[in-house]
């Protein structure tokens, strides 16, 4: 060919197994050797023509379908007398053009073994009298898909809360030996497969549906590389819930008050529910602290977390005895298996003092009397610890069919001497006076005017009845009322009497 002239040559070749130089003989002009153009190969012309991604200055990946074959094509000029190919894919006995021109003629080698997936190395080298020049292609084979393994979501298997999620790094969590990642794919449930747009950006991307809130969703993810590869399909199973737990009221198990023993732990128990993924009780919180006045300020923050599996929980070994007139403050907060919360409002609940005063017994001693008598009635007073102070008591009456708002009648008030209570019992009997004539109620106060602290004030009263005979009523007994059988028979019997005794009398007359 003539020096400057451009020649385009196609090679073919197929996967060999041994390292081989192949020589491509040129035919040469008529003109003589001197004066001829030294050969290059044209900057960027050397290209596997069947590549899908890439190119020979990097690695030119072929198309996922190529396998026995590829397509070498490149451009040159000067002259050239023998073109070598030289390559580790490349084996003996492929047939030789005769000549280099500008037309492609190229050659064909197939050994009919299919290439091997990996990087390969081709190198063209073009000779002529006036000197060489090569060129090398690096050219990949790649059939397999990129793989997903352990990627870097937002989201855990199991019940989430959330209404998307993002995937960090993704390129972190795939396998690629080959072409390189194309595109990354995700698809909820059974839906189509959409791109996954960047790490920042969550899927679904904001103005799309949420996840459905439903039970056993499927998130797939895939991978797709350079040369179309397809790679396995990465899945997940989730539920989502995003409704929070409802918050039901508190149960304070044991009683609160200054005489309880620091052995007797209180348990403190809040109620609640979760209709959907079901609440979480290890991670739901409960808290406590001693407030003075029952009521929450911003700067009190010495709140005491209650370990513990269930919603009940054991506040511990605490001292009580100083905590008279003091309130033990509850909160909690409520959480779901997908991470829902929802908190209480503080709850305040007053610690009393351990002493109580109640009553344990009462009696009558007789079941009616008339109006304006007496009845006697026996209570006694109890204590739960000794107590050394007087203590006044309000007897009171009223009619028991009063009408409501109807006032009762205070019929004597009575004072138990201070040290009384000692040995933490009394017993008094008092004279009840029956204000009228059917059943009158009674009651008995303890500390009417409220003027000593104790634990409950809810079993201060203790009632019973004085019944008042009606006057005007003449009581008969059924059973005592004569038959008429009976007044026949006295009647008969005081005439017999009768007769008998007549003739006497006649005879004293």
């Given at each position: 060919m003539e020096a400057g002239s451009v020649g385009v040559q196609q090679l073919r070749t197929s996967i060999p197994l041994l390292m081989c130089t192949c020589l491509l003989f040129a035919s040469v002009s008529g003109a003589t050797t001197s004066g001829r153009a030294s050969p290059t190969i044209v900057e960027d012309s050397f290209l596997m023509s069947d590549a899908a991604f890439g190119d020979c200055s990097t690695v030119s990946w072929l198309e996922s379908t190529i396998t026995t074959f590829v397509n070498v094509t490149y451009e040159y000029t000067g002259d050239v007398e023998v073109a070598?190919?030289?390559?580790?894919?490349?084996?003996?006995?492929?047939?030789?053009?005769?000549?280099?021109?500008?037309?492609?003629?190229?050659?064909?080698?197939?050994?009919?073994?299919?290439?091997?997936?990996?990087?390969?190395?081709?190198?063209?080298?073009?000779?002529?009298?006036?000197?060489?020049?090569?060129?090398?292609?690096?050219?990949g084979v790649d059939r397999t898909g990129p793989v997903i393994d352990n990627p870097s979501l937002s989201i855990s298997d199991g019940w989430v809360n959330i209404a998307s999620f993002t995937w960090s790094d993704p390129d972190v969590s795939i396998t690629e030996t080959g072409s390189g990642i194309k595109s990354r794919e995700v698809r909820i449930g059974d839906g189509p497969w959409e791109p996954?747009?960047?790490?920042?950006?969550?899927?679904?991307?904001?103005?799309?549906?949420?996840?459905?809130?439903?039970?056993?969703?499927?998130?797939?993810?895939?991978?797709?590389?350079?040369?179309?590869?397809?790679?396995?399909?990465?899945?997940?199973?989730?539920?989502?819930?995003?409704?929070?737990?409802?918050?039901?009221?508190?149960?304070?198990?044991?009683?609160?008050?200054t005489s309880r023993s620091p052995d007797e732990p209180i348990e403190v128990e809040l109620t609640g529910r979760d209709d959907e993924s079901g609440l979480d009780m290890l991670n739901s919180i409960i808290e406590y602290r001693f407030d003075d006045d029952g009521i929450q300020q911003e700067d009190e923050n010495d709140w005491t977390s209650v370990p513990g599996a269930t919603l009940r929980r054991s506040l511990g070994l605490l001292t009580w005895s100083t905590r008279q007139g003091q309130y033990l403050a509850l909160k909690g907060t409520l959480v779901d298996l997908a991470g829902n919360e929802e908190s209480t409002t503080v709850s305040f609940h007053r610690i009393s003092p351990g002493l109580d005063l109640y009553w344990n017994s009462s009696s009558v001693e007789s079941v009616a009397e008339f109006p304006g008598q007496t009845i006697n009635i026996t209570v006694e007073l109890s204590t739960t610890e000794a107590y050394m102070g007087a203590v006044d008591i309000?007897?009171?009456?009223?009619?028991?069919?009063?009408?409501?708002?109807?006032?009762?009648?205070?019929?004597?008030?009575?004072?138990?001497?201070?040290?009384?209570?000692?040995?933490?019992?009394?017993?008094?009997?008092?004279?009840?006076?029956?204000?009228?004539?059917?059943?009158?109620?009674?009651?008995?106060i303890i500390d009417p005017a409220g003027a000593i602290d104790e634990r409950d004030e809810g079993n201060n009263e203790i009632y019973e009845i004085a019944t008042g005979i009606d006057q005007n009523v003449v009581a008969i007994v059924p059973g005592f009322s004569p038959g008429l059988s009976f007044v026949f028979i006295i009647g008969l019997f005081t005439s017999v009497f009768i007769h008998r005794q007549a003739p006497g009398v006649e005879g004293d007359e």
């Open positions: 070598t190919l030289t390559g580790n894919v490349l084996s003996g006995g492929f047939t030789t053009d005769d000549s280099v021109t500008s037309s492609p003629s190229g050659f064909e080698h197939d050994a009919g073994i299919p290439l091997d997936e990996g990087e390969h190395d081709l190198t063209l080298t073009l000779n002529g009298d006036g000197g060489a020049d090569a060129e090398t292609c690096t050219f996954w747009i960047g790490d920042t950006i969550p899927f679904p991307s904001p103005g799309s549906s949420p996840l459905p809130e439903d039970q056993d969703i499927q998130i797939s993810l895939r991978a797709t590389d350079n040369v179309d590869n397809v790679g396995p399909e990465w899945t997940m199973n989730i539920s989502v819930d995003r409704s929070e737990p409802t918050v039901g009221i508190w149960f304070i198990h044991g009683d609160l008050h309000s007897v009171e009456s009223a009619p028991a069919d009063r009408e409501p708002g109807d006032p009762w009648v205070i019929l004597e008030s009575y004072q138990v001497e201070p040290g009384f209570l000692g040995d933490r019992k009394h017993s008094i009997t008092f004279q009840v006076q029956v204000l009228r004539s059917g059943p009158n109620d009674v009651r008995f």
